[in-house]
């Protein structure tokens, strides 16, 4: 579904499934594949909107939980597109991608990166990206923000009416108070979360913000 000019979002689907963006341009980049097991639908919303996924040559991640980065590697196979992980994500990898699947029992994911992105920005042809990070929900979040339509695609920091969780490998609650602080600064018309709905309006976004400071943040 297209949200803005070069900026489309697939749903989640599922369990551990995440929110999908796709930024078209060149190189066309994709958020958070999320879960491999609802990629096929994913992909079939994309050819609808007239996306080949062979134009996507950039899959990134806000974080490297599983329900967010599970399709990376088979978004690759489909696509030719390359992964690209932020020097953050690399950081943090022990902690948060093999501590994470420990916690759950589960084999930790292996993920090759083919290279990492910049510190703080992702650009194609279309669109600038810049590259917030955002601990708090994770030691290795980072949220993607384009300046010039006020779009903020924020991954697990915040939702509508609500924060990511702070009792995973690595989550801090007072990193994520302060990111979120940093964050509420920007001028942002598009709040875009790794989960449920996305808030659109600037309005509605700045009051997004102050409810969930003035409740959510108080009992974290
Ligand atoms: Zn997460
Ligand atoms: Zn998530």
Known sequence: MKLTNNLYFY???GILDCNTYVITGNPGIIIDPGNPVFLPVKVGGLYKDGI????????????LHIDHCG??????????AEIAIHPVHKENYQMV???????FGIQP????????????RLNNDNVELEIIESPGHSPDCI???NRQDKVLICGDVIFDMNTGRVDLPGGNSNELKKSIEALSCLEVEYLLPGHMGVVTGADK???NF?????????WL
């Open 109 to 120: 994911l292996k993920l090759t990166e083919d290279y990492c992105l910049d510190h703080n």
């Open 210 to 218: 102050d409810f969930i400071k003035n409740n959510v943040l108080l």
């Open 143 to 145: 949220c993607f923000y």
């Open 11 to 13: 749903r989640e689907q």
């Open 52 to 63: 080949n996924p062979k134009d996507i040559s950039v899959i990134t991640n806000t974080h």
């Open 71 to 80: 399709a990376d590697e088979t978004f690759k196979k489909l696509s030719g």
């Open 97 to 103: 991608v093999v501590d994470g699947a420990r916690l």
């Open 205 to 207: 976004v700045a009051s």
